[in-house]
Nanobody
Framework: QVQLVESGGGLVQAGGSLRLSCTAS?????MAWYRQAPEKQRELVAR???????NYADSVKGRFAVSRDNAKNTVYLQMNSLKPEDTGIYYC??????????????WGQGTQVTVSS
């Protein structure tokens, strides 16, 4: 079992920035950020392997950056140039390596991000 604790969500104006953090109770290989907007399905935002390889949803490329500090068992999501359509609950996840689409194994409790226009 892995416990995940997210932080860093909040209310921000369009064009602003937020940084989300997710700390795991132990080391994990591949981690990911997902989000769920109201009345929409949860979607993958970004994924990062233990070696630092990343990939992103097309909707956030060039605006979001995922990184990790393996010594702290922590993954980050830097979100810049935020848009109202980025609003949703953001979830941290441990995903099974080398799976396409990623197969989530563990979830955090989620953190709310609200972008006002």
């Amino acid at each position: 079992q892995v416990q995940l604790v997210e932080s860093g969500g909040g209310l921000v104006q369009a064009g602003g920035s937020l940084r989300l953090s997710c700390t795991a109770s132990r080391s994990a290989n591949t981690m990911a950020w997902y989000r769920q907007a109201p009345e929409k399905q949860r979607e993958l935002v970004a994924r990062i392997t233990s070696g630092g390889s990343t990939n992103y949803a097309d909707s956030v490329k060039g605006r979001f950056a995922v990184s990790r500090d393996n010594a702290k068992n922590t993954v980050y999501l830097q979100m810049n140039s935020l848009k109202p359509e980025d609003t949703g609950i953001y979830y941290c996840s441990v995903v099974m390596p080398y799976t396409i689409p990623p197969r989530p194994l563990y979830w955090g409790q989620g953190t709310q991000v609200t972008v006002s226009s």
